[in-house]
């Protein structure tokens, strides 16, 4: 079995482990000094409007994290434990962060508004 010899001072391994961290450097600085700015257009759908407390509750705690047309894509003509069932989804599951207390007005809300009781 051949035995291979390995060098202290490191040889063309080292050299070329030296050129690769140059490059990635040069990459890293370069992409850094070319961060890309973008825009978003501004956000133009809405809750469906309501004097239910909940509306203003959903509209405090539901949009930080999706849109208000979330709501419209849901099963229409659903029942309020469907609704129950979707805003504790929203805090148990996905960690959204609103008091426990607030869960009926939103889902009263949503049931008057999206779900079988809208339009009564």
């Known amino acids: ?4 010899h390995h060098s202290v001072s490191g040889g063309p391994r080292l050299g070329r482990l030296l050129r690769l ?3 990635v450097g040069l990459v890293g600085v370069s992409s850094a000094a070319f961060a890309l700015s973008i825009e978003l ?5 809405t809750l469906r409007s309501s004097t239910l407390p909940g509306y203003q509750l ?5 949009l930080i994290c999706h849109s208000a047309q979330y709501p419209a894509t849901q ?10 069932a979707e805003v504790k989804k ?5 960690g959204a962060q609103f008091p426990d ?11 008057k508004t999206y ?3 809208a339009g009564k």
């Open 75 to 84: 099963p229409p003509g659903e029942p309020h434990s469907f609704w129950e």
């Open 41 to 45: 257009p501004q956000e133009t759908a």
């Open 101 to 111: 207390q607030d869960i009926p007005a939103i889902a009263d809300y949503l049931t």
């Open 58 to 62: 959903a509209q405090q705690h539901c």
């Open 115 to 117: 779900g079988a009781e």
């Open 1 to 4: 079995m051949p035995l291979r």
């Open 21 to 23: 961290l140059a490059v």
């Open 90 to 94: 929203m805090k148990t599951t996905y």
